[in-house]
């Protein structure tokens, strides 16, 4: 069975809390809190003012650059403030906060359950309807899918991946997806090779999740997908990476940036945002709800959500009855979530889960000197050191860290993960790479002029 | 007798050559340095912060002996009358600038900024300023990890475990700018330093609105204008909710002291103008303003 | 209890291995050729043992605790592990006195000077076991006390490089069970590869230098042999594989986290590199052991074999 070809950990998957749990339809929240910026690029310009009413599914941020993202009311309402309100970290962000009045959508949206699965467009009307409908990489992500499917003239892509991964720790929004709504998936997998000009798509699912291959299998066989295959993967962290996944299915490696995964002829794609590009293409609804896993070992019940965006994150906590004592709570899994420190802050496009870990759980060991075993160095799935790249952080010696590649970090923790000495290396590389990436940039810039 | 003499001399001989190798290599690879530059040197603190802006004292004593006008170069340790001896040593025209002093804008202690979520990662203000507002609410207040703590070479700052806050030594304080660069949140501004270590400022730098600044702490500026409106000189200016005390235009008068609902602007070495007296939350401020120094 | 709110940089879980536990991983797998040789050698490996590591955790807490005035570290079990192998390092019939300025030149010159616990480019017990080779050249290399039964005087490597003994003579399966004359935990071989074992299951090293340092050996014995032809050709590697401190020095000595190589190319080539020093001071070198030497040595080479092989950087074909 295939995995990707170097680092990676195992660890354990805690599904068990939440994959059973099908999907509910959570119920319309009272006002939803939409931040104007959901997405990797430049934040969107509020394209609506306090008092105005608008429907859902209609345009309320205009993205503001190729590399941005349209975003739209989630619920129908009047708007009743256009103003900065914490994330999830606290940092205070632009959003249009919607009052709800009833559920009146926009009219061209298309909402009988019915599946439509016949798509005649031509790629770059399906490319306009995606990027209209604002879609953005719904694995956590949260890079503007317009931009990914959008081929370059000298680059030619050969195959659609669809990650059915979810290598993160007690997620099951993903698997849920796979196991509930696979005719979504397909079809929406169909529209994305359409879209790109290939004729065989990969859908990769780890060996942890059997039902969803079966399932997605038994849906292909039936229906007659032709050109799609599920390919079982070994389970192995952080094979949901793009350019882990590509090597996994395909045994090619992306390239050192600035290559893309186009270069090695790959378009990856998350399986919940196959469905928001079915739903976008075939039923002209644009990206305002997605399947959102709530789960945590100690929490009293476990559920996965079909919520809107705007949607509180106490209003999750608050259906899943948060423990007593100290909590962690996480926008993603363990492995690459953020920490929530503020409640009132509302669901975003990006986040596929909310986890509560509990203090014990969460705990960071105390901090002992480096032993130089490079289990760091095995554990990382890009071949980095990552001992030494956090100590050049630490120390600022920001040319050394750039020299040893610190920006091809991709923050998966497996490196603080393994260690045994419980030292905080991606703590420090993080800022390693953040602050040589915007060194490269001012260079960039320098050199422009 | 002939083999002590044969050693002797082969030795001698060896030396001898490698003493004129050795001399034209010298010569050859010689590289002409202005003596003066060692000299600058030597005058120069020697603490290598580059707080001038160069590399270290010896790039800084090149460039003062190098360039025609050196108004520009100033070493912040050194001070000035060590900057005007360089000059007249060099011949040139000394650099003039007042002293300075590093502030630390952030009045949010512990009991006035409370910590809403217990932060458990690495301990450094750039970590937590990499993904999260930090301990408590507020988005542009002091971290408390002591990052500046660390960069600075001269002990003058101190982390104060009741408060939560750092504190700087002004008389250790040479305004190298280390903690200005340390600081991910812009927390520290090189200020006039008046004698006696005087000193106001308005210890905030959030640029919320004061119903979101109240919100998190008691001690921020909530940009309500009063301390503007009072002020003789015109030296506050009020930018995004956020007063700011202009150091040159001051004069000390404390004025706006008295003014400031929420205790926001900090005296330090000064006595408060005496005025009839405040409301509740002035007098503790007040209190706290005294424990603070 | 108050409730609070945690908050940290991702990851928020850890795989939940410790230093203590590969430590602690470290002296378990040593404890089958301790016993092996406390029941070929006697009650006396115990005692040294017991001093060695005694001596070590109290210089380690000593020099911590009134020189550094820092955080003691004694805790985390590395100074046990450095303590144990310096013994095992020794003969049997050592002087008490003599093991304790071993350990004091392992803890305080070889791991302390440096920094302490994953700072020090050499192994300390190593530093210990060499120092007291030079100091104490007599004492060192004493063989006739605290001996297997029947065996007294040198040890094989000595006997074979002198002559005295040949290589057809040598009952290979008693050299297994550590019916030789050694270091204390140099016999044994068959509990020295078990514990090798246990620590590659346990994951706390890896294959690439025990192997590479063992298979070195083996083909650079079998080169030397071929001359010879007929039986040599399997005595001869046979022999220096079970032999001296061989397999000690490349499963517990050589894999030292510090003072290894951190890539699995590294690992090889410092591996090869003390394969081949320990056989040419075998054969031609002054001593009738090398690997202390050979490991000191490749230990040094460590930081520039770390600054030339790097990982494999993903994406990349080839990169050295």
Not at chain 2, 153 to 164: I, M
Request: positive net charge; contains cysteine; proline residues 6%.
């Amino acid at each position: 069975m295939r995995t990707f070809p170097i680092g990676g950990i195992h660890p354990h998957d805690n599904k068990e809390w939440s994959k059973d749990k099908a999907i509910e339809i959570l119920e319309l929240p009272d006002e939803a809190k939409i931040p104007m910026i959901q997405h990797i690029g430049a934040p969107s310009n509020p394209v609506v003012k306090k008092g105005d009413k608008v429907l859902t599914g209609q345009l309320i941020g205009q993205s503001t650059g190729y590399v941005s993202a349209n975003i739209h009311a989630t619920i129908s309402g009047t708007v009743t403030a256009v103003d900065a309100y914490p994330n999830g970290q606290g940092q205070r962000r632009l959003m249009v906060v919607i009052k709800r009045e009833g559920d009146e959508w926009m009219p061209e949206i298309d909402r009988t359950p019915d599946h439509k699965r016949e798509c005649t467009l031509a790629p770059n009307e399906i490319i306009d309807k995606i990027r209209e409908a604002g879609i953005v990489g719904l694995g956590g992500a949260q890079f503007p899918t317009h931009v990914k499917l959008s081929v370059p003239n000298d680059q030619k892509a050969e195959l659609v991946i669809i990650n059915g991964v979810e290598c993160e720790p007690y997620l099951t929004s993903d698997y849920r997806n796979m196991v509930e709504r696979a005719e979504m998936i397909l079809t929406g997998t169909e529209i994305v090779m359409r879209a790109v000009g290939v004729s065989r798509a990969v859908i990769g699912v780890e060996n942890n999740k059997p039902d969803a291959i079966a399932h997605l299998r038994e849906v292909i066989a039936r229906d007659n997908y032709k050109g799609i295959e599920v390919m079982p993967l070994k389970m192995r962290y952080p094979q949901g990476g793009e350019k882990q996944l590509i090597a996994a299915v395909t045994g090619r490696q992306v390239p050192p940036p600035p290559a893309l995964p186009i270069s090695v002829g790959a378009v990856v794609c998350n399986v919940s945002t196959a469905i928001a590009i079915y739903e976008a293409v075939q039923k002209n609804k644009p990206l305002i709800e997605r399947v959102v896993s709530v789960t945590g070992k100690h929490l009293k019940s476990t559920h996965n959500y079909l919520a809107r965006f705007g949607t509180s994150a106490s209003r999750f906590f608050e259906l899943s009855g948060l423990p007593e004592g100290d909590v962690k709570l996480l926008n993603g899994g363990p492995m690459m979530g953020r920490s929530v420190v503020d409640t009132t802050a509302p669901l975003i496009k990006g986040c596929s889960g909310l986890t509560v870990l509990s203090g014990e759980e969460a705990a960071r060991g105390k901090e002992l000197s480096c032993i130089k075993c490079a289990k760091c160095v095995s554990a990382c799935p890009m071949g980095l050191e990552p001992y030494l790249l956090s100590k050049l952080a630490k120390m600022q010696k920001w040319d050394m860290a750039e020299e040893h590649n610190v920006v091809e970090c991709i923050e998966c923790g497996c490196c603080s993960y393994t260690c045994p000495s419980y030292l905080p290396l991606l703590d420090y590389i993080r800022i390693g790479k953040q602050t040589v990436m915007t060194n490269i940039r001012a260079r960039a810039a320098a050199n422009k002029k | 007798m002939n083999e002590l003499l044969l050693t002797v001399l082969t030795l001698s001989l060896l030396g001898a050559v490698l003493a004129v190798v050795l001399y034209f290599v010298a010569q050859k690879f010689k590289v002409y340095e202005d003596p003066r530059i060692d000299d600058v040197e030597k005058m120069l603190p020697g603490a290598n912060c580059g707080g001038c802006g160069f590399a270290g004292c010896r790039a800084m004593s090149e460039a003062l002996v190098s360039r025609d006008n050196i108004a520009s170069l100033y070493c912040p340790v050194a001070g000035g009358e060590v900057m005007t001896s360089i000059a007249n040593f060099l011949g040139k025209t000394a650099p003039e600038k007042t002293p300075q002093v590093a502030t630390m804008r952030c009045g949010g202690t512990c009991q006035k900024r409370p910590k809403v979520n217990h932060y458990d990662g690495a301990l450094s203000c750039a970590v937590v300023n990499t993904f999260y507002v930090g301990e408590s609410g507020c988005a542009f207040g002091c971290i408390g990890y002591g990052d500046c703590v660390a960069a600075c070479q001269f002990g003058a700052l101190t982390l104060n475990e009741e408060t939560g806050l750092v504190e700087v030594d002004a008389d250790k304080c040479t305004a190298c700018g280390a903690c200005v660069k340390a600081c991910p949140k812009g927390l520290f501004e090189l200020r006039k330093k008046w004698p006696k270590n005087r000193a106001i400022y308005v210890a905030c730098r959030s640029k919320n609105k004061g119903a979101v600044v109240s919100k998190v702490c008691k001690a921020g500026c909530i940009g309500c204008g009063k301390c503007a409106k009072v002020c003789p000189f015109g030296a506050i200016t009020v930018d995004n909710f956020l007063a700011y005390i202009d150091p040159e235009k001051c004069k000390l008068c404390r004025k706006c002291v008295n003014e400031c609902p929420t205790g926001a602007i900090h005296i330090e070495n000064m006595e408060r103008l005496p005025k009839e007296p405040k409301p509740a939350p002035t007098v503790e401020s007040k209190v706290e303003t005294a424990k603070n120094e | 209890m108050q409730t609070r709110l945690f908050a940290a940089p991702s990851p928020h879980i850890h795989g939940g291995e410790r230093t203590q536990q590969i430590m602690g991983d470290v002296i378990l797998a040593l404890v089958p050729a301790l016993l092996v040789s406390t029941y070929v050698m006697g009650w006396r490996v115990l005692l040294i043992s017991g001093v060695a590591i005694a001596s070590c955790v109290l210089f380690e807490y000593l020099i911590q605790r009134f020189m550094l005035k820092g955080r003691t570290t004694i805790g985390d079990l590395s100074a046990v592990v450095t303590g144990l192998l310096l013994a095992f390092n020794l003969p049997a019939g050592i002087p008490w006195w003599i093991v304790v300025i071993g350990a004091l030149v392992a803890i305080g010159i070889g791991k302390m000077t440096f920094g302490g616990l994953g700072c020090n480019p050499f192994n300390p017990a190593l530093t210990g076991r060499i120092f007291l080779l030079i100091a104490y050249p007599v004492q060192m290399t004493d063989w006739t006390t605290c001996v297997p039964d029947g065996i007294s005087g040198s040890t094989l490597l000595a006997n074979v490089k002198a002559g005295a003994v040949q290589l057809s003579e040598i009952d290979y399966v008693s050299m297994l069970g550590g019916h030789m004359n050694g270091s204390m935990g140099e016999i044994g071989a068959l509990a020295l590869i078990l514990g090798g074992i246990y620590l590659l299951w346990r994951r706390v090293i890896t294959w690439h230098i025990p192997v590479a340092v063992l298979g070195t050996m083996l083909l650079f014995g079998i080169c030397v042999a071929l001359p010879e032809g007929g039986a040599a050709i399997w005595q001869t590697p046979l022999f220096h594989l079970l032999a001296g401190g061989a397999l000690l020095g490349a499963i517990f000595m050589a894999t030292d986290y510090s003072t290894s190589p951190m890539t699995h190319k590294g690992m090889i080539i410092y591996g090869v590199g003390i394969g081949l020093l320990t056989m040419i001071i075998r054969l031609w070198g002054a001593y009738p052991e090398g690997m202390s030497f050979a490991i000191f040595i490749m230990n040094a080479a460590t930081p520039l074999i770390n600054k030339y092989c790097r990982p494999k950087r993903f994406g990349t074909k080839k990169v050295m």
